[in-house]
C-alpha cells in the first residue's frame, strides 16, 4: 500500500492541518525499517514529524535501531515536543510535552534513554508541565530509570534555553 501511495504522489511529510504529524511520523512509530527507510528515500525529512519523539515511543524491539536511524539524519536530541510549531505545541501542550528523552522515560525504555543520554540528551529539560526527566521517573516510580537519570543529571549542566520558560501548561 505504500508502494502504491508513493507511485501516485503522496507526500511522506505532508502534516495534518493542527499538528506537525506526517506519515514518516506514523512509519517511525509503527512500520517497519524498510517502510521508514522507503519514506526518507521518497524525500522524507526530520524537518517535520516529530520523529525523534516518535523513535523514543516506539513499542517495537528494534526501537534503538530506529532511534540511531533517525539520530543519524541529524534530529535534535534536546527537542521538545513541537518546539518549533508554536499551533501545534499551545494545542497539545496539557499533554506533558517533552524531550525524546521525557518519552523513553515515560516508557521505560532504558535502552533509548541511554542512547539519547550518549547522544546528548540534556537530562534537565523541563516539559511542558515544568518537570524534568528525573521527576517524571520519580513520579512513575521507576527506580532503575532514575537511577540512571540522576547520575545523568548529577554531570549535566542546566540548557542554556530552557524553551518551556514561559509557556508552561
Not at 512500520?31 to 519523539?53: R, V, W, Y
Request: with cysteine; net charge negative.
Amino acid at each position: 500500500m505504500v508502494d502504491w501511495f508513493l507511485a501516485h504522489g503522496a507526500d511522506p511529510n505532508a502534516t495534518c492541518l493542527r499538528l506537525d504529524w506526517n506519515p514518516l511520523g506514523v512509519a517511525v512509530a509503527r512500520a517497519p525499517m524498510s517502510t521508514i527507510k522507503k519514506l526518507f528515500d521518497h524525500g522524507g525529512s526530520i524537518e517535520h514529524g516529530q520523529l525523534l519523539h516518535a523513535a523514543a515511543k516506539r513499542v517495537h524491539d528494534d526501537r534503538v535501531e530506529v532511534l540511531n536511524f533517525i539520530l543519524s539524519k541529524g534530529a535534535d536530541v534536546n527537542e521538545v515536543e513541537f518546539q518549533r510549531y508554536s499551533r501545534s505545541y499551545a494545542f497539545q501542550k496539557w499533554m506533558w510535552l517533552g524531550t525524546p528523552l521525557h518519552y523513553a522515560t515515560d516508557h521505560s525504555y532504558i535502552d533509548v534513554a541511554r542512547r539519547l543520554l550518549e547522544h546528548g540528551a540534556n537530562p534537565l529539560i523541563r516539559d511542558s508541565k515544568g518537570q524534568t526527566v528525573l521527576e517524571r521517573a520519580k513520579r512513575l516510580g521507576q527506580v532503575q530509570m532514575y537511577e540512571m537519570l540522576q547520575a545523568a543529571s548529577d554531570a549535566a549542566s542546566p540548557p542554556e534555553f530552557q524553551f518551556t520558560d514561559g509557556q508552561l501548561g
